[in-house]
């Protein structure tokens, strides 16, 4: 019989009434002849309101009780829930984490699920039961209970659903689905359908208000099926799965980090272990960091800016400052007051223009692009915090994104079709193995590492650093059909601008010929391009919060002379331009690194 995971959050089963609601989703299911796990969050404001009366006690509670305390929200839900089942006619059994099975790590209060059995779920199942999982939190080896940090109800649904194969898992909320972007800022924001885990993942600053991304991350591994769907009607809500909606747009969403420093290092020198360098010092500090670029060294001279949440600025400068010195750069800046905006799709990886269309919408409500960075289905700038709310409004509206089914309007740039390269298998494939991936669920943070050696480099410097400029660039390689892949633009200096990107081998001398035109209205700008490189990427999840990862790929490069001429980032990717020549042998260092085979 095939097993449905459903999970209630919190406002989802905050009284009575809602309790007898969720039961009644679960008999429904039931009834329907599934076998039904449920997974509920403590109610209300339970969980809130226990941190602080915490608070009241001692300002430094011992994580240990932390979590005691806090999983007690969890068990009382399981129990009420439990009742409600029994009232409207059926059987339930409610469990605790550590009555389900769900070992973890012994890092309390952010504890990550080390192996979950599945033999006492199966057997309660089996005898007709609807069992009542309590979400967010586990027990270590000792026996300690241990919770998953905070949100953490969505990963215990996803890693139940994981371990037992389960057809859908189903995440009940206050929301009607995932938005094309935040409604509160773009009023004809539109519920999506379908989107794919790595959408959501790099949409994580606007899928965060309904999921915690962890979970998904989790999906991703184990190609756990998701549907967010409203508690309060019946309305289908968003599906998250493997493959992306191909009847749908190109881009699915617009997300922003409203918040942003930047930090810039100039005048580093352009050799092996400068990165190394800076990242482990970041790492030690603990200090996530965003964006990351370095575009192309000129003349050995190489400038690198990362971006950091605004309240972690002092931080990062003191750890930028301290790095400089040792790296005998020339100047550390920053600038604070910016805001991240990205578009997001996997039209991305099948249609030109995509960038094109993004710079022409900003410039023309004369929006200056500070930075650019970009995944296969991501492209983020670095804007003035003030043309926020308004960028985010005109990137929506430029991508058409309150119709269900926009294909990308045709203003300036026609939208050219591309054979579609679509992902792995369903789960299915996938399914057998499974169960020998659940030992260490959680401990691999790098999922892939890649090398791309069929792309060039292009790069133009010295351009004027105005709004409108990337549009003229990008709109001109687009007319011409070129599907550009990676993007870094950096902090501009001294009023100049140097933009690069990477493009299909084959279409290189294209780019050259089309960017011509161009370059000729900027005095003094120029190109450059090297037919040969290697773009190596290092796919991941939490890779922010992991600040560590960054430093293991730049210190493997640099112990072996590996240099590093471009950095790219994103939610869950981090590629670096290396020369080509060197591609094969990084890309075996780098999975060793990171324990792949
Ligand atoms: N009750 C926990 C929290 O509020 C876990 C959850 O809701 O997912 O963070
Ligand atoms: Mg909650």
Do not use: W
């Amino acid at each position: 019989m095939s097993v449905i995971v459903q999970k209630f959050g919190g406002t989802s089963v905050a009284n009575a009434e809602k309790i007898r609601g969720a039961a009644r989703r679960a008999i429904e299911a039931r009834r329907q002849g599934h076998q039904v796990v449920v997974v509920v969050s403590a109610r209300g404001h339970k969980t809130d309101e226990l941190v602080e009366l915490a608070a009241e006690i001692t300002s430094r509670p011992r994580p240990r009780e932390m979590d005691m305390l806090l999983s007690t929200g969890e068990q009382e839900s399981v129990a009420l829930m439990a009742m409600a089942v029994h009232e409207l006619g059926e059987e339930a059994i409610s469990l605790t984490g550590a009555q389900i099975g769900v070992l973890t790590d012994t890092t309390h209060t952010k504890a990550r699920i080390v192996s979950i059995s599945t033999q006492r779920m199966r057997d309660l199942l089996n005898a007709g039961n609807i069992v009542i999982a309590a979400g967010f939190q586990g027990v270590d080896s000792d026996f300690n209970i241990t919770t998953l940090g905070r949100g953490g109800s969505d990963t215990t649904a996803t890693a139940l659903a994981a371990a037992l194969n389960a057809e859908l898992c189903e995440i009940y909320t206050d929301v009607e689905g995932v938005f094309t972007t935040d409604p509160r800022i773009v009023s004809s924001a539109r519920k999506v359908d379908r989107i794919s885990y790595d959408e959501m993942l790099e949409l994580a600053s606007l899928g965060a208000g309904v999921m915690h991304s962890r979970s998904i991350e989790f999906a991703k591994k184990y190609r756990v099926h998701l549907r967010v769907r409203p508690s309060f009607s019946d309305g289908p809500g968003t599906l998250i799965a493997p493959e992306p909606d191909q009847s749908s747009s190109i881009v699915t969403g617009v997300a922003f980090v409203r918040n942003e420093a930047l930090v810039r290092l100039i005048g580093l020198p352009d050799q092996p272990g400068v990165m190394s360098h800076l990242f482990t010092a970041l790492s030690f500090a603990k200090i996530p960091v965003d964006m990351v670029v370095q575009n192309v060294a000129r003349e050995g001279i190489a400038n690198v800016s990362f971006t950091v949440a605004e309240e972690d600025l002092p931080g990062a400068l003191q750890v930028a400052e301290t790095a400089a010195e040792k790296l005998g750069a020339i100047e550390v800046t920053h600038s604070t007051g910016l805001s991240k905006v990205s578009v997001v799709g996997h039209g991305m990886l099948t249609h030109t223009g995509v960038a094109a269309r993004m710079f022409q919408v900003l410039a023309a409500r004369g929006i200056n692009i500070q930075v650019v960075t970009t995944s296969e289905i991501k492209i983020s700038v670095l804007i003035a915090r003030s043309q926020c709310n308004d960028a985010v409004n005109a990137v929506h509206d430029g991508f058409e994104l309150h119709r269900p089914t926009a294909s990308m309007p045709e203003i300036g740039v026609a939208a050219k079709e591309r054979p579609l390269v679509v992902g792995n298998g369903g789960r299915t494939a996938l399914a057998e193995d499974i169960a020998s991936q659940l030992a260490g669920m959680e401990s691999i943070v790098v999922s892939d590492v890649y090398v791309d050696t069929d792309q060039s480099r292009v790069t133009i410097s010295n351009l004027p650093d105005d709004p409108g400029i990337a549009e003229e660039v990008f709109t001109a390689i687009a007319e011409g059909g070129v599907l550009v892949d990676m993007i870094v633009q950096n902090a501009a200096r001294d009023g100049r601008a140097t933009i690069s990107f990477t493009v299909p081998f084959e279409d290189v001398d294209r780019s050259l010929l089309l960017l011509r035109e161009v370059l000729e209205r900027y005095d003094g700008s120029s190109v450059t391009h090297d037919r040969h490189i290697g773009k190596l990427c290092v796919v991941g999840i939490g890779l922010r919060s992991h600040t560590d990862v960054g430093s293991r790929l730049f210190r493997t490069l640099a112990d072996n002379q590996i240099n590093v001429e471009m950095i790219n980032t994103s939610e869950i990717k981090l590629c670096v331009v290396i020369s080509a020549e060197h591609a094969a042998k990084a890309l075996t260092l780098s999975r060793a690194e990171f324990g792949l085979p």
